[in-house]
């Protein structure tokens, strides 16, 4: 595990510290995230299934990216650096809304985040980087929000909090 640091925040998202990403996820303390939501013309939603090999949250479904800013780094800038990483995608996108969130995960961790949500359009197949991702597929929201409710154990917790506001939105 690199020493990758992440972002220390508050509840309203001011920058209070730095701390080893692992070690943030083991005491559950509250630091800097974002989460991509990526759709197709078809209101498909592009997911992507972490790789077997995250020391969290490894082989569950989740939405097309999500990652932590860097030191320094503009929270829209770490976002579209790391949708080319995991997805090979380049695209615009919009901030959304944003939400915090502390959850128990595998292996003894939490995530508590305060997670930026963004998205984009795309409409062509990712190139998924093996070492973030296993697998992807695009899905229509109505499918989706059913599967959630069946077998919400292969999706992420994060991605099933961020998913209600875009479903209801489109629903709306």
């Not at 998202?13 to 974002?34: S, T, W, Y």
């Not at 860097?70 to 380049?90: F, K, S, T, W």
């Not at 695009?138 to 409710?149: F, N």
Request: proline content about 2%.
């Amino acid at each position: 595990m690199s020493e990758e640091k992440v972002i220390l925040v508050d509840k309203n998202d001011n920058q209070i510290g730095f701390m080893p990403k692992l070690e943030a996820h083991q005491k559950g303390v509250l630091h800097r995230a974002f989460s991509i939501f990526i759709f197709n013309n078809k209101y498909e939603l592009l997911l992507q299934k972490r790789a077997s090999s995250k020391y969290h949250s490894g082989g569950l479904w989740t939405n097309t990216c999500c990652s932590h800013p860097r030191e320094d780094e503009d929270i829209l800038d770490a976002a579209n650096r790391r949708l080319i990483e995991e997805m090979g995608i380049e695209t615009i996108l919009r901030k959304v809304y944003e939400f915090t969130y502390k959850a128990e995960l595998d292996n003894d961790l939490t995530e508590h985040e305060f997670d930026h949500v963004f998205y984009g359009v795309y409409n062509e197949d990712p190139e998924i980087n093996p070492d973030e991702a296993d697998d992807f597929k695009w899905i229509d929201m109505d499918s989706l929000h059913e599967d959630i409710k069946k077998n919400g154990n292969i999706y992420t917790v994060w991605f099933k909090i961020a998913f209600e506001y875009f479903y209801n939105y489109l629903k709306k």
